[in-house]
């Protein structure tokens, strides 16, 4: 079972309990302490996790606005954010990047992406090719280089990787950020070793990043420490983390090693990089189960008047529901709302038709005049929607049904007034509905 729904299932112990006691939290670590160890995780690591889990669940107070379940729950996701190591912070610019690992770690394709990453910054970046020993390695990154639209800098057929770095350095004065692949080898030896500390010298880099393969599993760790004595990591890129059961270990391990896990590589494209982030990384494994984050995060967002207002008096004009979606919006994407909300099976496409429904109200929305946002019912009006619909860009059609969407959930909203709760969860959820009809 993959970590995620390994977590998630684990998670269930806890959510679906219909009381939630000792036993229950003692089912629930155990039941972590399976997945995390079967996913490769260091084995002292899962007996500290587990027993500070046990422990704050049990002992701590839940916060006012938690119920025991909940704090449960949050408690879980503090101590699976905290096995994972600290969020790395990109440093948005001027430096040099040395990229080193093994044969087929990823360095190559990385570099491309963080290339790719380092441009959509604003800052003007170049690769350089340093492998001086795989035959291919110039073209590959040439040819990478090309595609994400970056400067290049190689010496086809040069054998000293440290004449490389030299001349790269000035033929690249130009550019804010220099990434410098270099050769991988079959394991750590003598002779890669005493390669990449030529190169780290001339090239004085600011970053330097090792990168490895998620499915290394707890080896990964290992790596880690050896190449930072050999020149003081300052970071590790995690590759493969798309294809591997193993990625949980990976990641625990680096951590555990004592480097910054800097960034992770998530599949073969360009795009398939992301810096970093413990928690954000926890929330998309764990995914539905995060009802305290939404809490936290509605009551963060929910400070919109107009949105306070509504819930209290059960009214939802155009105005409020506008104010809603921004909300909504600022939580995150759609799908992880959903997730949240429990609603963890929507199909892909439902999903992206929802956003792009959100997408088109809102715009709508902005074309409506102050008195149609604070009367929806003159939206019933023909040439109003078709007016509406001139300025928005949409069809006729597209704005009338989502006037009648908006009138379904404020159907709804008039039912549940008095009912706090619910209502809460509905205006939530409310434009979600609209959406998906
Ligand atoms: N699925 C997946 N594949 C990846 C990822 N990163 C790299 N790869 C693939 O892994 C293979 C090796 O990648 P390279 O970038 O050539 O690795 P390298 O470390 O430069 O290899 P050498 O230069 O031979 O040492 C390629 O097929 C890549 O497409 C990733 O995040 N996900
Ligand atoms: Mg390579």
Redesign the pocket.
């Known amino acids: 079972m993959d970590l995620g729904s390994g977590i998630r299932k684990a998670l269930a112990k806890i959510t679906g309990a219909s009381v939630v006691d000792e036993a229950a939290v003692k089912e629930l670590v155990k039941e972590l302490q399976r997945v995390l160890i079967s996913n490769d995780v260091n084995v002292r690591l899962v007996f500290d996790l587990s027993k500070r889990i046990e422990e704050r669940a049990l002992k701590e107070k839940p916060p006012a606005r938690l119920s025991l379940r909940e704090h449960v729950v949050r408690v879980v996701y503090d101590e699976l954010e905290k096995i994972l190591g600290e969020k790395y912070e990109v440093k948005l610019e001027k430096q040099k990047i040395l990229v080193c ?13 963080m290339a790719r990453f380092y441009q959509s910054k604003g800052l003007k970046t170049a690769v350089v090719a340093g ?1 001086v020993h ?1 035959p291919a ?1 110039f073209d ?1 990154l040439k040819q990478l280089s090309e595609q994400v639209q970056c400067g290049f800098f190689g010496l086809k057929g040069e054998k000293d990787a440290v004449k490389i770095a030299r001349d790269s350095l000035q033929s690249l004065k130009d550019f804010d950020v220099l990434i410098f ?1 270099s ?3 079959s394991a750590f030896d003598d002779e890669l070793v005493t390669e990449l500390k030529a190169v780290n010298e001339v090239l004085n880099p600011d970053q330097k990043l090792l ?1 490895v ?2 499915d290394l599993g707890q080896v990964a760790g290992k790596q880690a420490q050896e190449f930072d004595k050999a020149i003081g990591l300052t970071g590790v890129v995690i ?5 591997s059961g193993k990625g949980g270990g990976a990641l625990s391990s680096v951590a555990v090693s004592g480097a910054r896990v800097a960034f ?5 494209k360009m795009t ?2 992301e810096p970093f982030n413990p928690e954000s990384f926890v929330g998309q494994l764990v995914g539905f189960a995060d009802l305290p984050a939404l809490l936290e995060k509605v009551k963060e967002v929910s400070d919109e008047a107009a949105l306070e207002q509504a819930l209290e008096s059960g009214k939802l004009d155009f105005e409020s529901f506008l104010a809603q979606m921004r909300a909504m919006k600022k939580m995150g994407p759609l799908k992880q709302i959903m997730q949240m909300l429990g609603m963890y099976d929507v199909p892909e496409e439902m999903v992206s038709q929802s956003e792009s429904r959100l997408q088109s109200f809102e715009h709508a929305v902005l074309s409506m005049t102050k008195n149609e946002r604070k009367e929806p019912e003159l939206m019933k009006n023909k040439s109003r929607q078709q007016r509406v619909a001139k300025g928005s860009g949409l069809k006729d059609d597209d704005v009338r049904e989502l006037v009648q969407n908006f009138e379904r959930v404020q159907k709804m909203m008039k039912m549940a007034k008095g009912n706090r709760g619910l209502m809460k969860r509905l205006g939530k959820m409310a434009p979600n509905l609209g959406g998906l009809k």
């Open positions: 690992g093994l044969f087929g770690a990823g360095k190559t394709t990385s570099i491309g992406k492998d795989r390695a590959q692949d050769a991988g080898r990168v393969s998620a590759t493969k983390m798309d294809g992770i590589g998530v599949g073969e398939d990089l």
